[in-house]
């Protein structure tokens, strides 16, 4: 990368080690953990099926500034994005006041839009480099705006476990609707987003258990009091 001379010693230093084999592009979802972890602007050059998009992220801001918003328009042939360049932002950081009046400054766009649509339509298929090494994952609720609710169908059955449990990725794996490229694409964007946690130590069983239970309906009938006689619940339920 031509350009990476000016950016900060600890960007440049992070993108050395994400140097690819010769003839192979950048990985384009690396770069974009290493500007978050570092907490740094700065400008991508992404080239989609045979456009260039520049984008700018703003971590501190948690926004990025695009001519659209891949969240709501993603270019197609997304799984093809390939990284061009790494600079530093064109333009500095939009004025906070912007922010106090909960207005986005013009081409400027949540930045967990961004983040969620390469990790689950962007080109990587396995797992970040940060989380290769995890035992297991769990995912945390900030209680702040975020994209989270609208994951569809089994990604979203997943997070509610998740937000529950610990899970190893091979568990992860073998729910139902996931394989080894949807569990990585979903803790990839949980990791982005500042919302996975990795876990050590023995599993507690109990907690597993209750994560299933949240994303499976109950096969027995709910009773209104515990103290009630053996005989006389067993009652109840059959006069139903």
């Known amino acids: ?22 003839g192979e592009s950048p990985d384009l979802l690396e770069a974009v953990a290493c500007c978050l972890r570092l907490h740094e602007s700065m400008l991508l050059t992404i080239a989609v099926d045979g456009w260039v ?19 709501r328009a ?17 333009f500095p950081p939009p004025l906070l006041q912007a922010q106090r009046r909960r207005t986005l400054p013009p081409c400027h766009y949540p930045l967990a839009g961004l983040l969620w649509s390469l990790a689950l339509l962007g080109p990587r298929n396995g797992l970040l480099r940060a989380l290769a090494e995890g035992e297991r994952y769990r995912a945390i609720d900030r209680g702040d705006d975020s994209v989270l609710p609208r994951l569809p169908g089994a990604l979203g059955s997943a997070l509610a476990r998740l937000l529950v449990a610990p899970a190893a990725f091979e568990t992860i794996c073998r729910w139902p609707g996931l394989d080894a490229v949807r569990a990585a694409r979903l803790l990839n964007g949980l990791y982005l987003e500042g919302r996975l946690v990795t876990e050590a ?9 209750s994560a299933w239970s949240d994303t499976q309906p109950s096969r027995w009938p709910a009773h209104e009091t515990l103290a009630t006689p053996r005989g006389q619940r067993l009652r109840h339920w059959l006069s139903h």
């Open 1 to 22: 990368m031509r350009t990476t001379t000016v950016l900060s010693p600890s960007m440049v230093d992070e993108l050395r080690r994400l140097e690819p084999l010769e």
């Open 53 to 71: 998009w520049p984008i700018t992220l703003h971590p501190q801001l948690r926004l990025y500034r695009a001519p659209v918003d891949w969240l």
């Open 74 to 90: 993603p270019p197609s042939g997304l799984w093809g994005a390939r990284l061009v360049a790494c600079e530093p932002p064109p």
């Open 201 to 209: 130590g023995p599993l507690d069983r109990s907690a597993e258990e």
